[in-house]
């Protein structure tokens, strides 16, 4: 736990428009970063969409294609029956993957992927502007 921030890049294959969003908190985690930059970047999506939603981040990328049926089966709960962490994002993670069609995709961080070091960039960025108040 400590000052997290969080950055994502969206971009319209078709136009190539981008949009890009970053924010950040001073005491969290890294999983809940990773989920809120997913959120905010489906946040800012203006109607129903088609994302390929491209993560470093393994917790976010199983959690949609492997966890989170489960979890919602058992009522919140991970199979040895504890408590889900960061259920609230989770919650509105699936709330926005019913407006959305989200194809998830892991790749390996800091290996020079153009959107994933913007995002980086971005998230770094927002804990700095933060420090800076």
Not at 9 to 23: A, F, N
Not at 37 to 45: A, F, K, N, T
Not at 74 to 80: E, I, L, S, T, V
Request: hydrophobic share 30%; net charge positive; proline share 5%.
């Amino acid at each position: 736990p400590g000052p997290g921030g969080w950055g994502f890049v969206l971009r319209d294959p078709v136009s190539g428009k981008e949009k890009e969003g970053s924010g950040g908190d001073p005491q969290t985690t890294n999983n809940r970063m990773e989920l809120l930059s997913v959120i905010e970047g489906l946040r800012s999506l203006k109607s129903p969409s088609r994302v390929r939603l491209v993560s470093d981040s393994q917790y976010v990328v199983k959690g949609l294609q492997e966890w989170i049926a489960g979890w919602k089966a058992r009522g919140w709960k991970k199979a040895d029956k504890s408590p889900v962490l960061n259920r609230e994002l989770w919650e509105e993670l699936d709330r926005l993957r019913s407006e959305h069609r989200i194809e998830p995709e892991w790749i390996r961080g800091h290996q020079g992927h153009e959107f994933n070091e913007r995002c980086d960039r971005l998230a770094v960025a927002a804990i700095e502007r933060m420090r800076s108040r």
